[in-house]
């Protein structure tokens, strides 16, 4: 199999599963659907980053994109639940959930989803004519490219002590899933890719913990949680420095074996 046909496979694989997941969303039959769904419209994202300004792929990765955005907010209100349910305030959680049937029902019936779906279908063959007319020929090219150019800002990032975290974060999370995307292009060993998933781990759980403490101050019946989240936050921003020192190390150590 070529990597075109390849890459096409893995899109319709991708497509497939988000059928599924928009079913059991749409039945509400179990916990794990959206979640499923926006797993699904990130990995379509990550294999299509590399290649976003293609005018054959720019209107599917806008798409995408789209949805992502339109359905964060849900998803947060579903880690934010399960978060006061597993800490036992009942019913904080009980007050929430009771939206989130509702949202679900949105999201199903959503323009946005049914765009994505469309792109879908039509995109397999707009690509096959550009690989037919010869467009495709340095497709692995771009690709590699793009990934060196995240890494190399990953690393800048990392050497820099005062860089912005939340911004950190977003670019630990986009190497981490390009490189899963394109294992065999991408110039990161296994061992700097799992430290990439640790970091993101850990930057995650202080993004997550952060915004719930903002939350707070908007909802009053989470302020008496707030001071926990607090504290979490911070020993999960902790964590996650110890961590980036070792990552720097290994991304600098891939990166330099590739370019020679």
Same mark, same amino acid.
């Given at each position: 199999?070529? $990597?075109?046909?390849?890459?096409?496979?893995?899109?319709?694989?991708?497509?497939?599963?988000?059928?599924?997941? @928009?079913?059991?969303?749409?039945?509400?039959?179990?916990?794990?659907?959206?979640?499923?769904?926006?797993?699904?419209?990130?990995?379509?994202?990550?294999?299509?980053?590399? /290649?976003?300004?293609?005018?054959?792929?720019?209107?599917?990765?806008?798409?995408?994109?789209?949805?992502?955005?339109?359905?964060?907010?849900? @998803?947060?209100?579903?880690?934010?639940?399960?978060? /006061?349910?597993?800490?036992?305030?009942?019913?904080?959680?009980?007050? @929430?959930?009771?939206?989130?049937?509702? #949202?679900?029902?949105?999201?199903?019936?959503?323009?946005?989803?049914? !765009? /994505? $779906? =469309?792109?879908?279908?039509?995109?397999?063959?707009? $690509?096959?004519? =550009?690989?037919? =007319?010869?467009?495709?020929?340095?497709?692995?090219?771009?690709? #590699? !490219?793009?990934?060196?150019?995240?890494?190399?800002?990953?690393?800048?990032?990392?050497?820099?002590?005062?860089?912005?975290?939340?911004?950190?974060?977003?670019?630990?999370?986009?190497?981490?899933?390009?490189?899963?995307?394109?294992?065999?292009?991408?110039?990161?060993?296994?061992?700097?890719? =799992?430290?990439?998933?640790?970091?993101?781990?850990?930057?995650?759980?202080?993004?997550?913990?952060?915004?719930?403490? %903002?939350?707070?101050?908007?909802?009053?019946?989470?302020?008496?949680?707030?001071?926990?989240?607090?504290?979490?936050?911070?020993?999960?921003?902790?964590?996650?420095?110890?961590?980036?020192?070792?990552?720097?190390?290994? %991304?600098?150590?891939?990166?330099?074996?590739?370019?020679?």
């Amino acid at each position: 199999m070529s $990597f075109v046909d390849d890459f096409v496979a893995q899109i319709i694989s991708l497509e497939v599963s988000l059928y599924h997941s @928009r079913a059991r969303l749409q039945a509400n039959s179990d916990s794990e659907a959206l979640h499923d769904l926006r797993i699904a419209v990130r990995k379509i994202r990550s294999l299509l980053r590399p /290649l976003r300004n293609m005018p054959e792929v720019a209107a599917l990765n806008q798409s995408a994109a789209e949805i992502g955005r339109a359905t964060t907010p849900t @998803r947060d209100l579903e880690v934010i639940i399960g978060e /006061l349910q597993k800490m036992g305030y009942l019913r904080q959680a009980t007050n @929430r959930s009771a939206v989130l049937t509702e #949202q679900y029902r949105k999201i199903t019936a959503s323009p946005v989803l049914d !765009k /994505l $779906f =469309a792109e879908l279908d039509r995109w397999p063959e707009i $690509f096959r004519t =550009a690989e037919r =007319a010869g467009e495709l020929v340095n497709v692995k090219r771009l690709i #590699q !490219k793009a990934l060196k150019k995240r890494i190399t800002q990953l690393i800048a990032g990392l050497r820099d002590k005062h860089f912005d975290r939340h911004e950190l974060r977003i670019i630990v999370k986009n190497a981490r899933y390009i490189s899963d995307a394109f294992p065999t292009l991408s110039p990161l060993k296994a061992k700097s890719r =799992a430290q990439l998933k640790s970091v993101q781990a850990s930057l995650g759980s202080w993004h997550d913990h952060h915004q719930w403490c %903002l939350r707070a101050e908007a909802e009053p019946d989470l302020l008496e949680i707030a001071s926990y989240w607090e504290v979490a936050s911070e020993q999960a921003l902790a964590d996650a420095e110890l961590k980036l020192a070792s990552l720097l190390k290994h %991304l600098a150590k891939d990166l330099a074996k590739f370019e020679n």
